[in-house]
């Protein structure tokens, strides 16, 4: 038999989702005429904006007609869309970034997922407790890690993320080699100010770490001094990759597209100990193992960017920070401590009365019919927390915060 990669068994059961989906269909069965609503998903409800529609149809009409069909395109995306998200993402806000600097993908999930693999297996990783879960996973599949014991994988930096410091993780005592930060953050809708972030591109320059920031959340900030983009922050460029997507941008999540950005300036030890451009590295990575991203799908992303797409995917936008200002209404009216909700499509609660993540999960589906996500399946440091989410319909999104709003606690 063919040795298995050892490190996958070292994988915790993805339990979360599927347990969820069980309490809920046994709630279900047994309930048959009572309307459960979701504020637990991850996903968007609200379709595609007409623009990236008719974006779309135009470019299968050009599939259709040998005068204008494409075969394989560029590995790193067509300079059309690369020239808009250059332009409309961050030349137009003052940001630099050119548009040979980014990489057009099928999604952020696997930039953050591949990224790893350009690094040596030694090095050392910090990530926030609670995390978005692919960017400990991956590198536990890649062998970065020891055993999993007590809800931590032994190797890995963990930086807590609770109340007490505000969801904001604090730089390390010892030295990492690569951050993973997720700003607007998933799962505690908490974002990262200027200064927070200029003190991990302060850290990440003198440690000669390097950041990999998922900003897949950017388009939901309000707040002035919350930076869309790393390189907001002097010398980031230097130290820093970004990740975004149009997924919850401008609800792509089926349709799949995201980009990330490799400044030509970042650079990564050889064994020699000469310096090797990153951007070369992940060039040289796509071009091998990824064919890019449709053109059709391509051509609806640019729509993104026109005036009358941008208006469009900034009012779906709006009514989710809408459902998002709901929700945390409801839960502080119901006297639980809420955060996130005002840069991100995420609420993040602290369970009352010392109950687990899990307990809070059953009170809520059978007082309120309301699923949500037991902040636990995050990580250690969310037990005792749960997370709601924005995207939802406004008018289920209204019922369920006035369920929850109706809750003695
Ligand atoms: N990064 C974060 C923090 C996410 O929460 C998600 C999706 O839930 C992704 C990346 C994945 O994005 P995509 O749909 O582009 O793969």
Known sequence: MTAVNPHYLKLQGSYLFSTIAQKVSAYKTAHPDEEVISLGIGDVSQPLAPAVVEALQHACEEMGRAETFRGYGPEQGYAFLRQAIAQGDYISRGVSVSADEIFVSDGAKSDVANFQELFDQTICVALQDPVYPVYLDTNVMAGRTGAYHNGRYGGIVYLPCTEENH????????????????????????????????QWVDYAREHQSLILYDSAYEAYITQADIPHSIYEIPGARQVAVEFRSFSKTAGFTGTRCAYCVVPQEVSVTAPDGTSVALHQLWLRRQTTKFNGVPYIVQRGAEAVYSPQGRAQTQAIIRSYQQNARVISQ????????????????????????????????????????????????????????????AFNTPEKTKTAAARIAAMTF
Request: proline share 8%; hydrophobic share 35%.
């Open 167 to 198: 969801f904001v993780p604090q730089l390390p005592r010892e030295h990492v080699d690569v951050i993973y930060l997720c700003s607007p953050n998933n799962p505690t809708g908490t974002a990262l100010t200027k200064n927070d972030l200029q």
């Open 330 to 389: 409801a839960l502080r009216r119901a006297g639980l401590e809420a955060y996130g909700a005002e840069n991100a499509p995420y609420i993040w609660l602290k369970t009352p009365g010392g109950l687990d993540s899990w307990s809070f999960f059953d009170k809520l589906l059978t007082e309120a019919r309301v699923v949500g996500t037991p902040g636990v399946g995050f990580g250690a440091c969310g037990e005792g927390y749960f997370r709601l989410t």
